[in-house]
């Protein structure tokens, strides 16, 4: 005789003094993620993927959140940055140099410029954009050091942002809150002159 299955036992346990497990702790190969090093910043190919038919994007910059959020835009828009590059019909994440803009976000957030920066995004939908959010708050910053034959060598072990210490994520009440946040809003528009990515103004 089948066993029948048991159904869920009530309780009023509630969620709101939970803390979300944050995705930086798991395992993230399919997860939008966005890479900065040596002066460039280059998007991963699960956001290529989720963008399936964007060529160019703009990139927001919000300094009060630490937010960094990617939009798919227009060849004609303003700031329009290619991201992506095209080989036998396969599209590839294309890394955008921008040294100025490099430096600008490392220093905004206490970041050693020699190391590689890696930050884990979201994929949303606002109104009529489509658009990554990252929070630079979470970045993961993994060590470079120089080897005695002058190459350098990337540590695979990150140094997480202090803000991950002692905690596991935000709290779940606190996360239900958030959702209804205009993610515009304080962002600025990074734009390129002579090669670099360069801060212009807000959005």
Known sequence: MD????????????????????DEFFAHKRQPGLTLSNGKVQANTACIRKMKDVDFVQILINRETHKLA????????LFSLRWVRENKGIR????????IFFMKVCALMGWNPDNKICMLGHFYRANEDVLFLFDMDYGEEYPREVREDGK????????????LENVFGPLYADHQKSLGINLYQG???????????????RV
């Not at 350098?152 to 803000?163: D, Q």
């Not at 962002?187 to 103004?201: T, Y």
């Open 92 to 99: 590839y994440p294309r890394a955008i140099t921008g040294r």
């Open 187 to 201: 962002f600025a528009v990074m734009s390129v002159r002579n090669g670099e990515l360069r801060s212009r103004e």
């Open 70 to 77: 990617i939009r798919a835009c227009e060849e004609e828009e």
């Open 3 to 22: 066993r029948q299955e048991e159904e869920p036992k009530q309780t009023d346990v509630t969620l709101d003094r939970f803390e979300l497990c944050r």
């Open 152 to 163: 350098k060598k990337t540590s695979r072990v990150p140094h997480f942002a202090p803000s």
